[in-house]
């Protein structure tokens, strides 16, 4: 980080980029992500590396430096130290603009595009409401027009 006599623009926003990495992008296991063996399923900790690796069958390897190669670490109030290892993976220009958690990734594999488009399309659950005047029993819907709405 830049000493804190460093006022320009561009300091200001790599500290405004750590906060935001260390309170939004750190990953705690809990047992939402932990298995039966107690390891998590997410694969934190992240292992070190000086380069990003990209595979075309696996999972790319990130760069995170380890605090022994210039890597930063953070120690939280109850004593947690947390480095590179435990950060999810994300674009600072999207959590500087949004200020929340995102998990950017890249996708690889013959299923990737699929997975996507998959993704993309994915709907949620609806429920289609509609409010009229008086006291009536009949309910007039039009499910067609309820899904074009949608």
């Known amino acids: ?5 460093d006022k320009s623009e561009k300091a200001e926003m790599q500290r405004r980029l750590h906060d935001l990495v260390i309170k939004l992008q750190i990953h705690t296991c809990n047992f939402h992500c932990l298995n039966e063996k107690k390891k998590c399923s997410r694969g934190f900790p992240k292992r070190y590396s000086n380069v990003t690796i990209i595979y075309e069958d696996k999972p790319a390897v990130y760069k995170r430096r380890s605090p022994d190669d210039g890597g930063t670490f953070h120690r939280t109030t109850n004593g947690r130290v947390i480095t590179n290892a435990w950060v999810v993976p994300y674009n ?34 609806f429920a289609y409401v509609q409010i009229a005047q008086g006291n009536t029993d009949v309910v007039d819907y039009d499910e067609t027009q309820g899904i074009m709405k949608g």
Do not use: R, T
């Open 92 to 125: 600072p220009a999207y959590l500087l603009a949004l200020g929340a958690h995102s998990n950017v990734e890249f996708a690889y594999g013959d299923a990737a595009c699929k997975y996507l488009i998959k993704y993309h399309f994915k709907m949620g659950n």
């Open 1 to 5: 980080l830049p000493p804190a006599s």
